[in-house]
C-alpha cells in the first residue's frame, strides 16, 4: 500500500472527514455490471453502525460483512476470503464502536447465562476471549471493545491461509479501527496494521480531532 493519502485507507479517512464536516459527495446510483469494492468492511450489525454514511462512498466502493460483535467465523472468513481473491480487494479493516451491545453482553454477564441460550452464544463465546484478557488486567469495557478488534483480526490471519499470504505478499493489509457513536469519528486501533510501513500518525492528524468532534455535534442536532 502506498504511504499516502490516496490509497484505500487514505480514502476511508477523508470520507469520514467529510462525513464529521458534512460534506459528504454527490452519489452515484447508476447500476454496475460488475463491483469493485476497494475495502472490506467487517463491522457490527448495530443499526447506528454505517459504514457507507461513515465512510462517505458510493454504491459498489465497499465490501461490507456485518455481524453482531464483528465477530470472525467461518462463513464471514468465507466472504472476505472470496472478496480478497476474486475481487482483488486489497484492505480490509475490523471495525469495532463504542457501546457495543454485544461485547456489553460477555462483559456484564457470567458464562453460564449464555451457555444453553438461543443461538446469540455462538456470537458471545467468540468475544468471550479478549472481554477475560481485559479483565485479568483490570482494563474497562472500551479496552474489552478494541481487544475484541485485535482479537477478530487474530482470526483472520491465523485462519485463513488466503489472507495470511496476501499479507505476506503485500497485496492485502488489515487495519482495526474504532467508530465513535457519539461524535462519528473513527480511530485507528495502533499495533493493528498488518503493514508495518504505515503507523497511526501518517494519517491520524490528532490537532484536527477536536473541531470534527465540534461539527458532528452540529449533525446530530
Ligand atoms: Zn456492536
Redesign the pocket.
Known amino acids: 500500500m502506498d504511504n499516502d493519502m490516496d490509497n484505500e485507507l487514505g480514502k476511508l479517512l477523508k470520507g469520514n472527514e467529510r462525513y464529521l464536516m458534512q460534506q459528504q459527495c454527490a452519489k452515484n446510483f447508476e447500476c454496475m455490471s460488475k463491483q469493485k469494492p476497494f475495502a472490506i468492511i467487517v463491522t457490527?450489525?448495530?443499526s447506528r453502525?454505517v459504514p457507507e454514511l461513515i465512510f462517505d462512498v458510493n454504491i459498489g466502493e465497499l465490501f461490507v460483512i456485518r455481524i453482531?460483535?464483528?465477530v470472525v467465523g467461518n462463513d464471514v472468513l468465507g466472504s472476505i476470503e472470496y472478496a480478497v481473491k476474486y475481487l482483488h480487494v486489497p484492505l480490509i479493516v475490523v471495525l469495532g464502536?463504542e457501546g457495543?451491545?454485544?461485547?456489553n453482553a460477555v462483559w456484564d454477564t457470567s458464562p453460564c447465562e449464555h451457555a444453553n441460550k438461543d443461538n446469540i452464544r455462538h456470537i458471545l463465546k467468540k468475544i468471550k476471549k479478549p472481554v477475560n484478557k481485559v479483565k485479568e488486567k483490570d482494563g474497562n469495557i472500551g479496552d474489552a471493545i478494541i481487544e475484541n478488534v485485535k482479537e477478530q483480526i487474530t482470526t483472520i490471519m491465523t485462519k485463513s491461509p488466503i489472507c495470511a499470504e496476501f499479507v505476506d505478499k503485500n497485496k492485502l493489509t488489515i487495519i482495526g479501527m474504532i467508530y465513535s457513536i457519539s461524535n462519528g469519528g473513527i480511530t485507528i486501533i495502533p499495533n493493528t496494521n498488518t503493514d508495518k510501513s504505515l503507523t497511526h500518525a501518517d494519517f491520524v492528524d490528532t490537532k484536527k480531532a477536536a473541531p470534527q468532534v465540534t461539527q458532528i455535534k452540529t449533525l446530530k442536532n
Open positions: 457490527c450489525s448495530d453502525v453482531a460483535g464483528n464502536h457495543c451491545g454485544a461485547v
